[in-house]
């Protein structure tokens, strides 16, 4: 799948902790449904044959909407499982690496937290760059924030686009009006909501306000 920007408008990211009433995969389909541009499918407890398990279920769900699928870290259960891409942090394997392994076609997203990172990402073959946490996040307590300067420092700084994550809802999306953003990375402000779709057709009407066509 090619990429492009607007894949980043929305951009769900799975967390496990905010199963219950719902399985995972019953939560990523509503979020498929309600409208989410891009998934990245992120397992941080579960071992290679249950994560790789998991993986391909979800990939046929992405392709039935057809929505491109991220797998965080895992280069491996990327490929295994036919995903579009992989997202890296900077502790995880270098992108140049990345690159090599999944090829030019995949799509290839790297975490930076400041300018010197994302050139360096950009330069190592990465399509998009994840800056954050913007706000306090649930679900990456030791993130260290980001202000919304630093944000749009790095949005400048690359011309490859850039999406906001950390503790992004409904109610701050708007904030990010201004930065340079091609879209929001969102966790619990949609699969921590017990609407999910309403969570994600509201989120969608905010972006409208922040990203610039």
């Known amino acids: ?44 407890g579960l071992d290679k044959r249950a994560f790789l398990e998991e993986a ?23 490929l295994r499982c036919g995903a579009d891409g992989v997202h890296v942090g900077q502790d995880d394997l270098s992108p140049s690496e990345v690159r090599r392994l999944i090829g030019p076609d995949r799509i290839l997203g790297v975490t930076a937290k400041d300018v010197s990172q994302a050139k360096d ?20 307590k030791d993130a260290i924030p980001l202000t919304l300067e630093q944000l749009s420092a790095i949005c400048r700084s690359v011309p490859i686009p850039v999406v906001a994550i950390g503790g992004i809802t409904v109610e701050n999306v708007s904030s990010l009006k201004g ?14 909501q017990k609407d999910i779709t309403a969570a994600v057709r509201h989120l969608k009407e905010q972006l409208l306000k922040v990203v610039s066509p």
């Open 1 to 44: 799948m090619k990429f492009h920007k607007d894949m980043l408008f929305l951009y769900g990211v799975t967390d496990q902790a905010f199963t219950g009433e719902k399985t995972l995969t019953e939560q990523i389909e509503e979020a498929l449904s309600a409208g989410v541009t891009l998934l990245q499918l992120r397992e941080k």
């Open 56 to 78: 391909l279920l979800v990939r046929e769900l992405t392709k039935h909407y057809g929505v491109p699928l991220i797998i965080n870290d895992d280069v491996e259960i990327a």
């Open 121 to 140: 990402a950009f330069m190592d073959g990465a399509d998009y760059i994840g800056s954050g946490a913007i706000f306090p996040s649930t679900t990456k």
């Open 179 to 192: 930065t340079g953003v091609a879209g929001a990375a969102v966790v619990s402000g949609i699969f921590g």
